[in-house]
């Protein structure tokens, strides 16, 4: 089947697709997550019924996010590091989350051309960012697909995103394990990476270990090593680890998928990764539900005026949030 095939045609178009998914028909895939993606109600639904259906085969991958500034060398490091666990047989899906897309409508991950290896494998599967909405609805989407690639069997998502802004936060809240890709040289202000991201990794990567940067990854590495140290010195079992790598040259992945792996070892060991799951389904429940209750808001005139005003007098300072929040409630009909 090729993926011009419109898996979707038939007598229940939506009944062909779910079947697609579990085949891990790559074409079936694509059209779930164009129904996933789509702000159609119709289609919408659709996307409701397709995940139902098949969330009970969910849940089977390892999650792994990553993130890195612009430069830091992120696709690179991916395709090689997809190609080589495509090459222990796995199959990969690589998704991306990309803040810069809805903002200025150009994209930074959505570039095709990046990830030229992966991309030709056909035990890989490559989706860009939704370029629409805010980054609460592309988090949204992006863990729906998660749960459709799973269904399709594959065995690791990677879930990529800059590391600019908040998106590390909500990749961060999607996935099993974190990595963090930094460069050699530098501390944290110059690399733009805030005290708050490295908190979020569960590994660092000094990415670019190679050639003239091999003595300065040595020495960054011992740098955020001993930072990490200080910051998680009683937080539980889990120490976030300082690797080195080059994905250019293909050095130190195999070490970073020991490390994913042993993390994954560690965290299964005391119920966690189950427990970090149920975590993350219950805060997405709660975003879901403050995201229809803003879309109710919205959607009543009288409300809308008060949410209005109450931006304009927590702006001027007038009067504080919680006070303008209940009256918005208020107009609402939602005050409890
Ligand atoms: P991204 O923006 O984080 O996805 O970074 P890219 O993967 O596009 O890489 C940015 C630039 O750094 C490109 O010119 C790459 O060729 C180069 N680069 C990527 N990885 C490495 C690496 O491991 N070592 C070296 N020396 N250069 C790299």
Avoid at 17 to 42: C, K, N
Avoid at 240 to 259: F, K
Avoid at 320 to 325: I, L, N, Q, R, S
Wanted: proline share 3%; net charge neutral; glycine share 12%.
């Amino acid at each position: 089947m090729t993926a011009s095939t419109d898996v979707a045609a038939g007598a229940d178009p939506v009944a062909g697709l779910i079947d697609g998914v579990r085949r891990g028909d790559r074409a079936a895939l694509g059209q779930a997550i164009t129904r996933v993606e789509s702000t159609r109600p119709a289609r919408r639904a659709e996307a409701d019924r397709i995940l139902e259906a098949l969330l009970a085969s969910t849940g089977g991958a390892l999650r792994i996010g990553i993130t890195g500034v612009p430069g830091v060398g992120k696709s690179t490091l991916i395709d090689q590091f997809g190609l080589n666990l495509i090459e222990a047989g796995k199959r990969v899906a690589v998704l991306a989350v990309d803040p810069t897309s809805q903002r200025t409508g150009g994209s930074i991950l959505g570039d095709k051309t990046r990830m030229a290896g992966l991309s030709m494998s056909d035990q890989a599967y490559i989706r860009p960012s939704p370029t629409a909405g805010t980054l609460g609805g592309v988090a949204n989407r992006t863990r729906e697909t998660i749960l459709l690639c799973e269904a399709a069997g594959f065995d690791v998502v990677i879930v990529e995103t800059v590391g600019v802004g908040q998106s590390e936060t909500t990749v961060a809240g999607m996935v099993d394990v974190f990595a963090v890709l930094v460069l050699p040289g530098g501390g944290d202000e110059l690399q733009g990476i805030k005290k708050g991201v490295i908190e979020l990794a569960d590994i660092l990567v000094i990415n670019k270990a190679d050639g003239d940067h091999v003595a300065t990854a040595r020495r960054t590495a011992a740098d955020y090593q001993g930072a990490i140290n200080l910051l998680s010195a009683d937080s539980g079992r889990w120490r976030p680890p300082v690797l080195s790598a080059s994905g250019l040259r293909n050095e130190g992945l195999d070490t970073l998928w020991e490390t994913i792996t042993e993390h994954q070892r560690v965290m299964e060991e005391d119920g966690r990764v189950a427990a970090r799951r149920a975590e993350q389904r219950v805060a997405w429940l709660n975003e879901r539900i403050e995201a229809h209750l803003l879309a109710l808001i919205q959607s009543r005139p009288d409300a809308k005026a008060a949410l209005a005003d109450a931006r304009d007098a927590v702006k001027a300072g007038t009067t504080t949030p919680t006070v303008a929040a209940q009256s918005v409630m208020a107009a609402a009909g939602l005050k409890s």
